[in-house]
């Protein structure tokens, strides 16, 4: 049982490039969501889906695009990547229902912008 | 809107020492509660979580919290800490009956353990 799983781990860009963050999970989760995690600032919510074929925006989504494949995928892209978005990004799942539950984190993507 | 303080932000214990790190958030109404643990270059893990019932919950590794809804506060403990409980640690909240969207974390807190 994989969980929550996330590619690549880490990622040197130039600015200006371009990317995709994949996350699949095998639980059969409804909801999916993307962090990113900061020193000193903890997880923000980027974005989030609440089901397949929905997203909506977090926290801090500028910058940002998302896209649900399908249930079990949740892709975050950075189309023009920037300094500032140096950091780790979590993708985590939870189960259906979504209220007084858990979530499921991946094992983190750190990302560098040079 | 929810916000979550955790005060300590680094803590230095020696093996076998008592821990306590404190979490306390801002809201009127029920909420859940949550700890997560980050291990050196590992995921978010659960610890523990109260949603209803005793205030005092018991999670994995022998670490519990507590829920006093006075204080608002729901502080992590372990009585006696071992090197591979260095980590950090995260508290998060949210409202009662609503989704993992709208659950705040905490800044962490920095447990280092020395042998």
């Known amino acids: 049982n994989a969980g929550v799983t996330q590619t690549p781990k880490f990622q040197v860009l130039k600015t200006g490039q371009s990317m995709t963050l994949q996350c699949a999970q095998d639980m059969n989760h409804n909801s999916m969501y993307w962090y990113r995690q900061d020193p000193g600032m903890g997880l923000r919510l980027i974005y989030y889906?609440?089901?397949?074929?929905?997203?909506d925006k977090g926290e801090v989504p500028n910058g940002y695009n998302v896209s649900r494949l399908n249930k079990r995928e949740f892709s975050l892209r950075l189309e023009s990547a920037a300094p500032s978005q140096t950091s780790v990004y979590f993708c985590a799942s939870s189960a259906p229902g979504g209220a007084n539950t858990e979530a499921f984190f991946g094992q983190g993507t750190r990302l560098t912008v040079v | 809107a929810q916000s979550v303080s955790q005060h300590n932000h680094h803590v230095i214990l020696s093996e076998a020492a008592s821990l306590e790190l404190g979490c306390n958030y801002s809201y009127g109404g029920t909420v859940n509660l949550f700890w997560y643990v980050q291990y050196p270059g590992q995921h978010l893990q659960l610890l523990l979580k109260y949603f209803s019932g005793d205030p005092l919950v018991k999670g994995i590794k022998g670490f519990e919290a507590e829920f006093i809804k006075s204080k608002f506060s729901f502080n992590l403990r372990k009585p006696s800490v071992q090197w591979s409980d260095t980590a950090e640690y995260f508290c998060a909240v949210n409202a009662r009956n609503t989704g993992f969207q709208k659950l705040v974390f905490g800044t962490g807190t920095r447990l280092l353990v020395s042998p």
């Open positions: 889906s609440a089901s397949e074929g929905t997203t």
